[in-house]
Structure formats: structure tokens, C-alpha cells
């Protein structure tokens, strides 16, 4: 079982002690966001996990951890962030040169191609036109360059959760003159380039559709074949392995302006006051 922690909250960030109980206690109970009354047991026993898979805008909270994680034997490989907006976008994520070195840092431990970065959503606006995006991944790819060797990348799609946050989808033509500049660049660094959960077609610029949850990565890391077909619980343009997700909507507080799992940011700090680190759910019922 591949366990996903988490695309619901940034565990790494915000609940490393939460998880480090988990695994002292070797389970976590999550409800089924769809039937809150539903709750499944996962193990987190090191003989159930195939790999552990870390999504995160921040994994230094997580750095203490990485000793158990290895003593135990778990894989793992962690799905790191890092975009060029500012506080009004981001309210809760440190300074992006802060964050560029850390992701440095941990890809010097674990090896680059457990460190995966993502340039995730891309959001086409007066303060970020095409342009500065453009000269921003090419910084970041030249400061990236030996820390990763995949970034994934998608633009940013309107939600029920995201709805009236005055964020707009970005034209086909604009997508495309994106992803043409993005590729040259990330070439230029030994760095390849995927999409996420894209309708559109890129592969006219050499990019393919690409898997968050990647099977063959978490194979390589575990050293065996692993029984994961596609999730079929995601978007049908999702190209993920089957998994178990760990989080919580409505859990995170870093505030991100585009966050489609966070409906209420009031909510998200509700839940985080209500968030015990004993309790084997994120957020007590």
C-alpha cells in the first residue's frame, strides 16, 4: 500500500507530531470525506506501507523524522512546491529563498530523484503575467538544477472549493507559449517535465501527462514490484497509482489563495485548534 500524506493538508508543514504518534502507534483512522461516518483504519506498520509519498510547500518541520523513517525501512519520496508568488497568494509559506535552500538540503540527504518539485498551480494574473513566470521557472530551474530531476507542473483550475477567490483559468495559447518556455528551461538543467490532471494536450512540446504517485518510482524505491493500479478514485485524467490518503480537507492553514482543499480559511483554523497530536484522526470528531 502506498500511503499518500498528504494531498488533503501539508502534514509535513503543519502535523509532524500528529504523525510521529502515528507511527509510534502504528495506525491512523481517517474518515471518508465524502461520509465523515465512514472511517477506514490504515496501517502504518512498516510492513503495510510500499512507500510513504510527502506532498508539502515546507518539509523542514519533517527533518527530525527522516531518522525514524529510515531506521524503520520505510520508502518514501517527498512532493515538494515551490512556486513565485507572494504573501498574497501565500500567506502562510516562509520566503521563497528560505524554502529553495531547504529543498536543496533535503535533496542533498535523500538524492534528487526523491525530491520532486512541483511548479503547481500556475496562475496567469496582472502580478504574475506570462512573462515573470517565464523568468521565474528559468531562476528556479537554474538553483534546482542537480537537487531534482522531475518537476511537475499544472495550471490552476477552478473548483467549488476555490470558486469566488478571483482566480481565472489561462488561455490555451498562453498554456502553451508556458509550457514551450518551461521545457527549453527545464531542459537546460537535466530537469524533466510532466504535467498534472492537463486537458490539454503538450506533448507538442515534449512534455507528457505525468503521475504524482508514481508506481515505478515507489517500485525503485521499495526494491520489488508493487500491486498499485491506477487510483481510480481521482480525476480521469489523473495518471496516479492507487493509495492511501492520510489528511483532511479543511485541515491547512498556510492560507494559499488557489487551495482546493480548503473551502474556508476560518474553518481550516477552526480544525487546526481542534487538531490533537494523540488522537489517531487529524481533527477529532
Given at each position: 500500500?502506498?500511503v499518500?500524506a498528504?494531498r488533503?493538508?501539508?502534514?509535513?508543514a503543519?502535523?509532524?507530531?500528529?504523525?510521529?504518534?502515528?507511527?509510534?502507534?502504528?495506525?491512523?483512522?481517517v474518515?471518508n470525506?465524502?461520509?465523515?461516518?465512514q472511517?477506514?483504519?490504515?496501517?502504518?506498520?512498516?510492513?503495510?506501507v510500499?512507500?510513504?509519498?510527502?506532498?508539502?510547500?515546507?518539509?523542514?518541520?519533517?527533518?527530525?523524522l527522516?531518522?525514524?523513517?529510515?531506521?524503520a525501512?520505510?520508502?518514501?519520496?517527498?512532493?515538494?512546491?515551490?512556486?513565485?508568488?507572494?504573501?498574497?497568494?501565500?500567506?502562510?509559506?516562509?520566503p521563497?529563498?528560505?524554502?529553495?535552500?531547504?529543498?536543496?538540503t533535503l535533496?542533498?540527504?535523500?538524492?534528487?530523484?526523491r525530491?520532486?518539485?512541483?511548479?503547481?498551480p500556475?496562475?496567469?494574473?496582472?502580478?504574475?503575467?506570462?512573462?515573470?513566470?517565464k523568468e521565474?521557472?528559468?531562476?528556479?530551474?537554474?538553483?534546482?538544477?542537480?537537487?531534482?530531476e522531475?518537476?511537475?507542473?499544472?495550471?490552476?483550475?477552478?473548483?467549488r472549493?476555490?470558486?469566488g477567490?478571483?482566480?481565472?483559468?489561462a488561455?490555451?495559447?498562453?498554456?502553451?507559449?508556458?509550457?514551450?518556455?518551461?521545457?527549453?528551461?527545464?531542459?537546460?538543467?537535466?530537469?524533466?517535465?510532466q504535467?498534472?490532471?492537463?486537458?490539454?494536450?503538450?506533448?507538442?512540446?515534449g512534455?507528457?501527462?505525468g503521475?504524482?504517485?508514481?508506481?515505478?518510482?515507489?517500485?525503485?524505491?521499495a526494491?520489488?514490484?508493487?500491486d498499485?493500479?491506477?487510483?481510480r478514485?481521482?480525476?480521469l485524467?489523473c495518471?496516479?497509482?492507487a493509495?492511501a490518503?492520510?489528511?483532511?480537507?479543511?485541515?491547512?492553514?498556510a492560507?494559499?489563495?488557489?487551495?482546493?482543499?480548503?473551502?474556508?480559511?476560518?474553518?481550516?483554523?477552526?480544525?487546526r485548534?481542534?487538531?490533537?497530536?494523540?488522537?489517531?484522526?487529524?481533527?477529532?470528531?
Open positions: 500500500m502506498i499518500s498528504s488533503r493538508t501539508d502534514i509535513p503543519f502535523y509532524v507530531l500528529w504523525l510521529e504518534r502515528r507511527l509510534e502507534e502504528g495506525f491512523v483512522l474518515r470525506p465524502r461520509n465523515p461516518a472511517v477506514r483504519r490504515i496501517s502504518l506498520a512498516p510492513v503495510d510500499d512507500c510513504f509519498v510527502f506532498w508539502t510547500k515546507d518539509a523542514r518541520p519533517l527533518s527530525g527522516l531518522d525514524r523513517l529510515d531506521g525501512g520505510y520508502p518514501y519520496y517527498f512532493q515538494w512546491t515551490v512556486t513565485p508568488y507572494g504573501s498574497g497568494l501565500e500567506p502562510g509559506i516562509a521563497k529563498e528560505e524554502i529553495l535552500a531547504a529543498f536543496r535533496a542533498g540527504r535523500l538524492g534528487p530523484h525530491v520532486v518539485w512541483r511548479y503547481d500556475v496562475i496567469v494574473s496582472e502580478e504574475y503575467p506570462a512573462e515573470r513566470h521565474e521557472f528559468a531562476r528556479m530551474c537554474a538553483f534546482l538544477e542537480g537537487s531534482t522531475r518537476c511537475v507542473l499544472s495550471f490552476v483550475d477552478i473548483y472549493r476555490n470558486r477567490r478571483g482566480l481565472r483559468e488561455s490555451p495559447e498562453i498554456m502553451h507559449s508556458l509550457v514551450r518556455s518551461f521545457a527549453e528551461s527545464a531542459a537546460g538543467r537535466g530537469i524533466s517535465l504535467t498534472c490532471c492537463e486537458a490539454e494536450d503538450f506533448s507538442g512540446e512534455v507528457p501527462r503521475a504524482c504517485i508514481d508506481r515505478i518510482l515507489a517500485e525503485k524505491l526494491g520489488r514490484p508493487l498499485a493500479g491506477k487510483d478514485n481521482q480525476r485524467l495518471g496516479c497509482a493509495s490518503d492520510i489528511g483532511a480537507y479543511d485541515t491547512c492553514p492560507g494559499c489563495l488557489y487551495c482546493y482543499a480548503v473551502r474556508d480559511h476560518r474553518t481550516a483554523a477552526a480544525n485548534a481542534r487538531h490533537d497530536p494523540a488522537s489517531p484522526f487529524l481533527v477529532p470528531w
